[in-house]
């Protein structure tokens, strides 16, 4: 008798494989990491790479001695994992932090949960989101963007545009800066062409469609620009909303997580409309001036109950009319 297994999500309806499609999101990350490596240097070499071999050592320590099932270190979901964390920490976080969190995301995140596929929330922003609440200086203490720099834990720091609009600082760079990524920020979020390019090949590849990522953009820029029309002294250009922080990041390479996102178009258009309300509110009322890591969070606890009620119509089934 054969046997009728049923394996978790992520669920690819093509000739793909995980590990592949792990790769299509690696690749796309290449401009940003490289603009990364350009204002940061030094930092997000040391950042990055303890991020990313941190998890993928969890994992395959967890896997192998608490767990005992079959390893899934190959995938490179542990890698991207890594990599995004370390896209989501500034430059000069000292290396026993990124640790702490590269053991929360693979630990508490992902691995607690069963691994990949079983997990709700997104690992990396679930280590990001600890270690700001565990770390909030360390985690607030930006570099300052300097072409190849080489300091890391003694790098000049500066406010990010948010922070600066949050806490009416001023000197906000420049549209062109903000767009090219020259800006304090998490070392993977300043430079929205580089993550525009990466979406542009997530896009062609067909690795994810684009429902999350502008369903995201486009409710952040109505709602920023509605209350900028109301009161333009008050509030800033719906474009510094969507060229600043971790809204870019967030929408192309975090909200759109195989696992944790919704499953139709439809799904993905809510969840995304609920990332961006969810994100305006943060920053205009709350007291973090970002917050888009939280409203990631926040829908993907959501999105059972949209996978629930969101189907997409089964093979043969006839509607009823009336």
């Not at 979020?189 to 090949?201: P, R, T």
Request: glycine share 10%.
């Amino acid at each position: 008798m054969n046997k009728l297994i049923v394996s978790p999500a992520p669920h690819v309806h093509s000739g793909n494989s995980i590990r592949k499609e792990m790769v299509s999101v690696l690749i796309a990350l290449i401009p940003a990491y490289l603009v990364a490596l350009y204002y940061f240097g030094v930092g997000a070499i040391i950042v990055s790479v303890t991020s990313v071999i941190s998890c993928v050592i969890f994992e395959y320590l967890i896997q192998k001695f608490l767990i005992k099932g079959e390893n899934t270190v190959s995938d490179y979901s542990a890698v991207l994992t890594g990599l995004l964390l370390s896209f989501n920490l500034p430059s000069n976080l000292p290396v026993w932090i990124v640790v702490i969190g590269a053991l929360v995301a693979i630990g508490v995140g992902k691995m607690s949960f069963g691994g990949l596929g079983n997990n709700p929330f997104n690992p990396a922003l679930v280590g990001r989101v600890f270690l700001l609440i565990s770390f909030p200086v360390q985690m607030t203490s930006w570099p300052r963007p300097i072409a190849w720099n080489t300091a890391y834990l003694d790098a000049e720091t500066s406010a990010t545009a948010l922070s600066a609009l949050k806490e009416h600082l001023g000197n906000i760079p420049s549209l062109f800066d903000m767009f090219v990524g020259n800006m304090g920020g998490s070392m993977g979020e300043v430079s929205a062409l580089a993550l525009l390019l990466g979406f542009v090949y997530l896009l062609f590849k067909r690795t994810i469609t684009w429902h999350i990522p502008v369903s995201i953009l486009l409710t952040v820029f109505i709602m920023t620009g509605i209350f900028y029309l109301v009161n333009p002294q008050t509030y800033v250009s719906p474009i510094i909303h969507l060229l600043s922080g971790g809204l870019m990041l967030g929408a192309i390479f975090m909200a759109t997580d195989f696992v944790t996102s919704p499953m139709t178009k439809t799904g993905m258009t809510i969840y995304g409309i609920g990332i961006g309300i969810i994100t305006v509110v943060i920053r205009m009322f709350g007291s973090y001036p970002e917050g888009v890591s939280f409203a990631i969070l926040i829908m993907n606890a959501f999105t059972p109950l949209i996978n629930t009620y969101i189907k997409p119509k089964r093979f043969g089934e006839v509607r009823k009319n009336g």
